[in-house]
């Protein structure tokens, strides 16, 4: 016989340090020209018919009139959160909910929807967002960026 007892294991989940979803985020996001267009397919995956784009040097903006953000939870799960996959059929060029985060990359961002706005700073605030209840309701979503750097004249050619 032996003296040793049985332990009851303990299951652990694995964790993740932030800096690892930097990391990723910042080598997802190879060009702005790149991260704009994860932005249209976003707006895409979100039912959209139409989605405007503007850049300067200084700014972007995207905007459509898809489903948007209705709910705090909703942009718990499918904003704040990187990584869900979405469901067979729910979106035509999204895997896993992390498109978002190329915008965060080069732009701080205030993002509309609903009746809510976010607001995205990684290189100031690093990996949190300011979440705001709004009055007046905002069909669809619109991306505001502020780049963190001044577009030059051939870079912002290159982007269009």
């Not at 895409?44 to 784009?53: Q, S």
Request: some cysteine; hydrophobic content about 40%.
């Amino acid at each position: 016989m032996s003296d040793v007892s049985t332990v009851a294991a303990v299951e652990h989940p694995f964790t993740m340090d932030p800096n690892l979803l930097v990391s990723v985020i910042k080598s997802q996001a190879g060009n702005l020209s790149k991260a704009l267009l994860e932005g249209v397919m976003n707006s895409v995956d979100a039912g959209a018919a139409r989605v405007e784009l503007t850049v300067t040097k200084e700014l972007f903006t995207i905007e459509d009139k898809g489903r948007g953000f209705s709910s705090e939870e909703e942009i718990r799960n499918w904003f704040g959160r990187f990584g869900t996959p979405h469901k067979k059929g729910d979106a035509v060029f999204g895997r896993f909910r992390m498109g978002r985060g190329q915008l965060f990359a080069f732009a701080r961002t205030r993002w509309r929807s609903g009746f809510f706005e976010m607001y995205v700073d990684l290189e100031d605030r690093g990996l949190t967002y300011e979440l705001r209840r709004q009055e007046e309701f905002f069909k669809g979503c619109r991306i505001e960026g502020t780049l963190y750097r001044e577009l030059r004249e051939y870079e912002l050619r290159d982007t269009l």
